[in-house]
């Protein structure tokens, strides 16, 4: 079946460094990508997304590229905030899915020290 | 505005008890999903609902229950049967039609005491 791999956490990093977190899925047809963002206590909010091979999704300084070839949608910043600090998902959901349903990653913890 | 709600934010309960959460949605989608989050984990799939008066099984559906009487809801009812129900619950729900992301709501906590 579908699944998709997240680099562990957590990732520390400074304030205005830059930000990578990988994502590679296994997926049969063609899937859609996508990256939420979840601040403590709270649900999940899609960051970007991409629908198509070569897409690139952006938002509030984030990008993610969807790349057919070597199968990945790594997340990218070029300078976090402390604000950043969160847990990241990666998701997909294909039409090979039954029912169509997003499968996620099992998230990245970013934590940006000031 | 448009959305969904889940209700309580934060719930206790004894064991042995059954506890239902709450999810509304006036967002008009067709599709509804119930995920657990434990500590430090990813979302486990629990229920889906693709259209009214039908659900699925997710990946870890044993001691939980479901209904989906109106399209805007689609309650969970943690039963007694479920062994470690302390965690994250978080609803979600989707247009139902193509590849289009999910919208999520706040989230309820619930704690066994």
């Known amino acids: 079946g579908n699944s998709v791999t997240q680099m562990e956490g957590p990732v520390t990093l400074s304030e205005e460094a830059f930000l990578t977190i990988n994502c590679t899925y296994t997926a049969t047809g063609y899937p859609s990508l996508f990256w939420y963002v979840q601040y403590p206590g709270e649900g999940l909010q899609l960051l970007l997304k991409?629908?198509?091979?070569?897409d690139k999704g952006s938002n509030k300084g984030f990008e993610a590229t969807y790349r057919k070839e070597t199968t990945s949608f790594h997340l990218e910043k070029g300078s976090v905030q402390v604000s950043d600090s969160a847990v990241y998902f990666c998701a997909l959901t294909s039409s090979r899915e039954y029912g169509n349903k997003l499968v996620f990653g099992a998230g990245t913890i970013l934590r940006v020290k000031s | 505005d448009g959305g969904i709600t889940q209700s309580p934010k934060y719930l206790f309960r004894k064991e042995g008890q059954n506890v239902t959460l709450s999810c509304e949605q006036n967002?008009?989608?067709?599709?509804m999903y119930w995920y657990r989050q434990d500590p430090g984990q990813g979302l486990r799939l629990i229920y889906y609902s693709q259209i009214v008066n039908d659900f699925q099984k997710g990946d870890i559906a044993e001691g939980y229950s479901v209904s989906r009487e109106k399209k805007e809801s689609f309650p969970l009812t943690v039963t007694s049967a479920q062994k470690n129900p302390t965690a994250f619950y978080l609803c979600?729900?989707?247009?139902?039609?193509?590849?289009?992301?999910?919208?999520f709501g706040q989230g309820t906590r619930l704690t066994v005491v």
């Open positions: 979600a729900s989707r247009p139902g039609t193509g590849l289009s992301e999910a919208f």
């Open positions: 991409a629908t198509k091979a070569d």
């Open positions: 967002l008009n989608h067709d599709a």
